[in-house]
Antibody, heavy 120, light 110 residues
Framework: EVQLAESGGGVVQPGRSLRLSCAAS????????MHWVRQAPGKGLEWVSG????????AYADSVKGRFTISRDNAKNSLYLQMNSLRLEDTALYYC?????????????WGQGTLVTVSS | QSALTQTPSVSGSPGQSVTIYCTGT?????????VSWFRQPPGTAPNLIIY???KRPSGVPDRFSGSKSGSTASLTISGLQTEDEADYYC??????????FGGGTKLTVL
């Protein structure tokens, strides 16, 4: 069974940075696209970013474009999200998710999430 | 990048069928057969129940079925069970090479 373990969440002030990590196991990480999806408290799911299997194709939601950077290290079976210039509205549970393909057409497995709280 | 449109809530009695709709545009649902549905019980991570409009992952009962017509996708749950009570979300790949989620539908089993 696919395992995805997010880490790096915490409480941060507006304008500061945070880096999330996702450790993947029990599947061939380098063969699949990956996603970051977030869920604000009591709200719905919001897609944040996706990255193809070899990092050639990367996309972001308009709400984070220019502030967040997704990356992956296939040798380390790890996915990352560098979040800069954080805003109050970035407060959410951030999920790492595996795609069912080499791109990011739709997640098929999810981690348990890491909580990011942006607060002064 | 507006979210796909879902009815906020639906309800049904055990044994009945319910259908949840997800409306997009010609740039997302209408353009690709890359529609997925997820089930999220309270306090847990989402779980995939339908992908590529109508395909079921292994282990998902055939009570769950998906379809699409134009820019609207639908999820039908037949033979409702109390454990089906959860939030349900649709997603679609878009022509901007992004992914969009619906706003979610809360299913109550009366």
């Amino acid at each position: 069974e696919v395992q995805l373990a997010e880490s790096g969440g915490g409480v941060v002030q507006p304008g500061r940075s945070l880096r999330l990590s996702c450790a993947a196991s029990r599947f061939t990480f380098g063969d699949y696209g990956m996603h970051w999806v977030r869920q604000a408290p009591g709200k719905g799911l919001e897609w944040v970013s996706g990255i193809s299997w070899n990092s050639d194709i990367i996309a972001y939601a308009d709400s984070v474009k220019g502030r967040f950077t997704i990356s992956r290290d296939n040798a380390k079976n790890s996915l990352y999200l560098q979040m800069n210039s954080l805003r109050l509205e970035d407060t959410a549970l951030y999920y790492c998710a595996k795609d069912g393909s080499w791109l990011f057409w739709g997640p098929d497995s999810w981690g348990q999430g890491t909580l990011v709280t942006v607060s002064s | 990048q507006s979210a796909l449109t879902q009815t906020p809530s639906v309800s049904g009695s055990p044994g009945q069928s319910v259908t949840i709709y997800c409306t997009g545009t010609s740039s997302d649902i209408g353009a690709y057969d890359r529609v997925s549905w997820f089930r999220q019980p309270p306090g847990t991570a989402p779980n995939l129940i339908i992908y590529d409009v109508s395909k079921r992952p292994s282990g998902v009962p055939d009570r769950f079925s998906g379809s699409k017509s134009g820019s609207t996708a639908s999820l039908t749950i037949s033979g409702l069970q109390t454990e089906d009570e959860a939030d349900y979300y649709c997603s679609s790949y878009t022509s901007s090479s992004t992914l969009l989620f619906g706003g979610g539908t809360k299913l109550t089993v009366l």
